[in-house]
């Protein structure tokens, strides 16, 4: 039976924004994957298609999602006034906003299972419009799910540093910046060709394993994950959240 801070925070998800979010930011990724498929003059393989739609999700659809989705998952507290009913049941406040990590992490699977599915869905809906487009060479399902599940190791510490941002500050405008601000200084450094382990970046080293890069982030991003958590439940256990 599901936990009951679990089961109020998943109903909390039916009078926000945060589903359309889930759902809408894979289909932008998958629709441009389409795109790119169905343009293409020369034969592609699956392994080269499949790696161009990860590409575009984990550098920069994933991590503004993850901003979208931390900071509506907050403001459904923020905007509707809802922390002096919040705080006042009986459940301790480390487990009120651990539940609402668990919830953003729940909702990130669900978004790197509709990206997984989709690139496979599309590839085969082009192939089967345009014969001539159609990925070609071994299809990777194993590969490509253990670099989604890697991603979604990597992504851990971006969930919690976006959430905590979001759920310390009542105004939505300053997790939307840290999210684009990491987004775009991730992109520069990429760019640049430096390692660098920041935490809009793990995701994107993740997707490397078993190599060594990926083994790094994954094990970084869960160290890293724990200690933010940490340091968010100590932070907002401790601080005046009540609305007036």
Known sequence: ????????????????????????????????????????????????????????????????????????????????????????LPTHRATLFATKAGVAFILLLAMQLIVYVGLYAVGYAVGAVLPDRAPVGDR????MAVGMAAMALGAIPTVLLQLWVALRWRSFVVPLIVGILGTFFALVITASGVTVYIPWLLQIYATMWPKPAGVIGVYAALASGAGILLAMLWDLGRREMRTA
């Open 1 to 88: 039976m599901m936990p009951a801070p679990l089961t109020a925070e998943l109903l909390k998800l039916r009078r926000s924004l945060v589903l359309l979010v889930t759902f809408a930011a894979p289909l932008c990724v998958l629709a441009f994957a389409a795109i790119a498929l169905g343009t293409r003059t020369a034969e592609v393989k699956w392994e080269r298609y499949l790696d161009e739609g990860l590409a575009m999700w984990s550098f920069f659809m994933l991590p503004m999602s993850v901003t979208a989705v931390a900071t509506l998952l907050a403001q459904i507290e923020h905007g509707s006034r809802m922390w002096n009913h919040l705080l006042a």
């Open 140 to 143: 990777q399902f194993d590969d």
